[in-house]
């Protein structure tokens, strides 16, 4: 019986396998649905599938850098326990090494490229998740490329709980760069300067302001005078330029990268799990501490 797309399609939906998995069990049961889902289980592939709802928000960020080009990406488990397994740990290794050669433009687009290993990204990690026994997800990732005269800055915290990686140009000082990626790791910042900022938040951080200041009872040809300087402490709070360096607080970031004759262009940073579930771990305080020794 011939083995159709559609099919395919339909015992990946029902077992979670990778595609050339579930074509190849298909062709070895004449295309029978039930064999089919029998030969995936026996071959212990289909366990992916009974962890396909559990939620997946521990993990780790992990940053690869080789040459000019340099990836960051976040690989969530079920636990901690397993992101610190040493099977998870190669995984995150070759997906790292993978998105940084084929360069891949989305997460859905590297899940069917081919490894080195000569099953696809998909096949890869589903073949991990039967042996470990969780849930495993490549949630995100991002390859940056940096010119000759700049510098990567990489930075992992407590293993990778947070990850940043951050391009300065116009030095190749790898310490200045780290430097700054650290401080993104503390004060996460939103943005690079205040440029990046939209129109529409800006107003919308505005109107918030007047509203406040109008609640506390200020006179109104005061108020947007208040509202302009507290403006400006916002864009202290969400752009890395601006705000006070944690090595040195009577110094911005902006005035450090300059004094080394450089420019932040490109700054990524994850966090493991955030936006999944709320955590309580305070990771700024423990990056400051430790950036402050």
Known sequence: MAVTAQMVKE???KTGAGMMDCKKALTETDGNMEKAIDYLREKGIAKAAKKADRIAAEGTTYIFVQGNDGVILEVNSETD?????????NLV?????HLLNKKPATVEEALEQQMDNGTTVEDTINAAIAKIGEKITLRRFEV???PENAAFGEYLHMGGRIGVLAVLEGTTDQSVAKDVAMHAAALNPKYISRDQVSAQEVEHEREVLTQQALNEGKPENIVAKMVEGRLSKYFEEICIVDQAFVKNPDQKVGQFVKSHGATITNLVRYEVGEGIEKRQDNFAEEVMSQVKK
């Open 11 to 13: 015992l990946r939906e």
């Open 81 to 89: 326990f397993v992101a610190k397994n040493e099977g998870f740990q």
């Open 93 to 97: 290794k070759e997906l790292a090494a």
């Open 144 to 146: 940056l490329t940096k």
